[in-house]
């Protein structure tokens, strides 16, 4: 009798703890979603979404494995089942992405976080993901292993060719510095690589039937 | 004297990577935010499952 009543103690206390840790990550999952969906409402039904579901899967979670990591999965795999339902994501358009990506010539010595935000909107979503689980939320090369599932070398490979194509789409140059080349060649750069970014979403949101991109009608 | 407007929710950088900084400003702009409403319900509704919980034992 007395263990059973030691043993319901010890769910309350790991619930309580689960429920603490929950509630301190609530900061990075928000933002995680907002760069998931960029809607901000759509990204806060993602986060509760999120919160739920693994509260319901608490028994799951092993405590003192990586919760932060548990939590991105659950969101991200959240994320693609209802990207895969929901008719309010579209698949991008070239056009509009194109239209969407404005930036000012004006700005020479700094970044428009708006401008990143949209060209990020632009990138495959396997590069978008790592940018953000990596660049953004600041998680290691392991811990997004396992959150998306690959190896860490295929993080590294795709936050490399993602930072490179983001800055190619900002300002032209894979650095994020113009480069020398004649003003033209750097269109002409930054439109095949657009091209190649948006055909391979077309690619996998075709394949997958889902879409890639949300664009605000 | 005037001084020049610096334009809306741009990244300084001083010798970083910009991509870098605005990333990482995107996170924190959100991270930042108050818990809208909706949150603190589900919240709520977690701390009434453990209290009824913890009652029936």
Known sequence: MAKKISTATEGDEADKHFRDDLVALLPSLRAFARGLCRHREMADDLAQDTMMRAWAARDSYTPGSNFRAWMFMIMRNQFYTTLRKNSRMASLDPEVAERVLVVDPAQQDGINVDDVAKALQKLPAEQREVLLLVGASGVSYEEASQIIGCAMGTVKSRLARGRAALALLIDGSPDGKLPGLPRSRIKSANRDEADDSMASVQRKASTAKMATIAVQA | ?57
């Open chain 2, 1 to 57: 004297m005037a001084t020049a407007k610096k334009p809306r929710n741009q990244v300084e950088v001083a010798g970083g990577d910009p991509i870098a900084a605005a990333l990482r400003q995107m996170h924190d702009s959100v991270a930042s935010e108050d818990l809208p409403d909706d949150f603190l319900r589900l919240l709520g509704e977690i701390d009434a499952r453990i209290a009824v919980k913890k009652a029936k034992h």
